[in-house]
């Protein structure tokens, strides 16, 4: 509804959450990249919309998908950790404010909890609604070293669905962080700038971990998984990344893993 100003009768005046909600769309613009739709029949991203308990089944659980001790980010998840703090410019995470984009079932906030430490948060974001929940039930549970897990629903171009429920404050985050996740990005610029909206202006820093698109380094998938699973490289979605507004600062090659690689950027 447009409202008018009465001393001012030529103005028109916007409510200010219609003003929130067309500065989060003016952008907004993009369209959707294309995927292996033969691989990804119902859409990349479909089976995260299932039932909670299959959600638990199929990907956490300590055996399923996302929490399989074999993964490759989790045999070296403290080694990933320590490289990130050592890109870090205050050389720490203690006290930081992290955003975990596309976070699951939360399997790396039992492990990032204790490196923030309690004054720190980390913001578990999720596109899927089931995935959020399972992540409310893992602050519960006392697993987690420090009540520090904030669950964050998000949809598929941005990391809270309304400006009206906004959990994770602007320019707060000295951490964004994703592990195998940029892939699944269906509007990724979209999607980067929105986050990059959420970063520490100088000092934030923007952590990619995601698949080699080469059948030959596949540890945990089919050779033929890389090709058809990824619809693009390590060099496309960096390009990508740049367009929306970031720096590159460091492209890790890690010796001890074979599938993945890890980028950090800064904001333009």
Known sequence: ???????????????????????RTADL???????NTDHHVDGINAKFFADPEILKKRFGGGTGIFEDPMREILVHVQTVFRRMV?????KTFQGAHV???????????????????EDGVIFA????????GI?????????????????????????????EDVVVPLHSLDVVFM??????????????????????????RLFIIDFYRDPARMVSHSPEWALDHLRADKPVFTREIESAGYIL????????????????????
């Open 249 to 268: 600062e460091f492209d890790d090659d890690f010796e001890e893993l074979r599938e993945n690689y890890m980028l950090c950027f800064r904001a333009a």
């Open 99 to 117: 955003l975990d984009v596309g976070a699951g079932t939360g399997v790396l906030e039992t492990h990032l909890s204790p490196l923030v430490g």
């Open 86 to 90: 050592e890109r870090m410019p205050s």
């Open 135 to 163: 992540i409310g039930e893992l602050t519960k549970s006392g697993k987690l070293t420090y009540g520090n897990v904030v669950p964050v629903v998000g949809t598929d171009k941005a990391i809270q669905q309304e400006e």
């Open 179 to 204: 592990c195998d996740v940029y892939h699944h990005f269906e509007y990724p610029i979209t999607m980067m700038r929105d986050i990059k909206r959420y970063l520490k202006e100088g000092t934030g």
């Open 1 to 23: 509804t447009l409202l008018s100003c009465s001393s001012f009768p030529s103005v028109l005046v916007l409510p200010s959450t219609l003003i929130k909600q067309m500065s």
């Open 125 to 132: 974001n999720d596109l899927s609604p089931g995935f959020v």
């Open 29 to 35: 613009t993009e369209e959707p990249v294309t995927f």
